[in-house]
């Protein structure tokens, strides 16, 4: 092995024997490729060090004194610092019953004395590669996590410092638009666009800080029942300026489900919106709604140009915008659709895209017809039966 390979695969590896001519023996044979070796001659000297300094491998001698080897394992393991460290247990005594002994207690690998000295070379470098890759892999998937966090963090600032000003902002575009008998066509046109825009904006603003309330449970939900088909018709009504001459086809069952109606309104919106943003101007959306063994399955169908299959495990995470739609989304959060996901999971659901019979893409939502009840849809209908009797 050259210089470059013992570098790259040089770690701290930590030699648990009570006789010292075995750590001797081990320790000359483990720095030929770079190691940092750390030894011990008993048991709790050996979790001392490791409470110190993490290990990359641990060779550990079964027959000592005191605590033996295989509860030094089991110790070793009872450390979540240690749980992802390799334990290699070194024996004289290879029989069936000493492995499964040091298998049980958290070993990763056995060897037997004598030992190999080119073999145990090549498994403490294995082991050493294992362990700093995992070391990496957590590192990276932490600062990932922090770095979402802090955005998470600086948005929901952002929005709750925009809420305010939003709000003036459009009552006094209301209030203009009320005295429009002073403006002339295209005065009202401009302030008609305003208007718009601002309440956009405003929903946005609303979306960031549900999608916030709804990863931390902060979103109790108001459980009630209602008509799907009338919900979905309401939908198609509030979005019929967005689909203009796009053909709007239904499939609905007369269902009756039990939800949050204006959290499922706003999904069934945002889906519905986002299909029509992905049709071609002439062309055909579809929305179906069956019951399938005790659930309610909605269908949002599209004729567009679709998602690629490998972003559509994403789509539904939060600042994700399909490539395959960037038409549809580009002036978009990235959060619509992780609204809906997160939604439709707070009311037991589940939600998936796939390919469209009309070569789009369809949004399939799974809803129980009755969602879990929480605590406080139950004091709400509890309430409604003690007015009823009243």
Do not use: W
């Not at 070391?135 to 709750?160: I, K, P, T």
Request: include cysteine; charged fraction near 25%; hydrophobic fraction near 45%.
């Amino acid at each position: 092995m050259d210089q470059a390979q013992r570098s790259s695969c040089a770690g701290v590896v930590l030699v648990v024997d009570d006789e010292p001519l075995n750590i001797e023996l081990l320790e000359g044979l483990l720095e030929v490729d770079g190691h940092d070796v750390l030894t011990a001659t008993d048991g709790p000297t050996a979790l001392d060090i490791c409470r110190a300094r993490i290990p990359d491998v641990v060779l550990l001698d079964v027959m000592m004194p005191g605590i033996d080897g295989i509860e030094t394992c089991r110790l070793m393991r009872q450390d979540p610092r240690l749980a992802a460290t390799p334990i290699l247990v070194v024996s004289a005594a290879a029989g069936r019953e000493s492995r499964m002994r040091a298998i049980a207690a958290g070993a990763d690998d056995f060897v037997a004395k004598p030992i190999d000295g080119g073999e145990m070379r090549l498994r403490v470098r294995n082991a050493v590669r294992y362990h700093q890759q995992h070391v990496q892999m957590l590192a990276a998937r932490n600062a990932a996590a922090e770095a979402e966090a802090m955005r998470d963090a600086l948005v929901h600032m952002a929005v709750h410092d925009l809420r305010s000003p939003l709000s003036s902002l459009l009552a006094n575009l209301e209030l203009l638009q009320i005295t429009q008998a002073t403006l002339d066509e295209e005065q009202l046109d401009m302030l008609v666009d305003a208007r718009l825009a601002a309440t956009r904006i405003h929903r946005m603003v609303d979306t960031v800080l549900d999608v916030n309330r709804l990863e931390s449970g902060d979103v109790p939900l108001v459980i009630v029942e209602q008509r799907l088909d009338a919900m979905i018709e309401t939908v198609v009504q509030v979005l019929s300026g967005l689909l203009g001459s796009r053909r709007m086809e239904r499939v609905v069952a007369p269902l009756r489900l039990a939800c949050d109606a204006p959290m499922l309104e706003r999904v069934l919106t945002n889906l519905i919106a986002n299909a029509a943003q992905a049709t071609r101007p002439e062309g055909v959306l579809r929305v179906t709604a069956a019951e399938q063994v005790g659930e309610v399955v909605i269908e949002i169908h599209d004729d567009g140009p679709g998602v690629p299959p490998e972003q559509r495990d994403r789509i539904f995470d939060k600042y994700v915008q399909g490539e395959g739609r960037s038409v549809r989304r580009a002036a978009g959060s990235g959060l619509g659709l992780a609204f809906c996901r997160l939604a439709t999971v707070a009311h037991g659901g589940r939600i998936s895209m796939h390919d469209s019979p009309l070569g789009g893409c369809c949004v399939r939502l799974i809803l129980p017809l009755r969602t879990p009840l929480p605590t406080t849809a139950r004091a709400h209908e509890s309430d409604r039966a003690d007015a009823a009797e009243r």
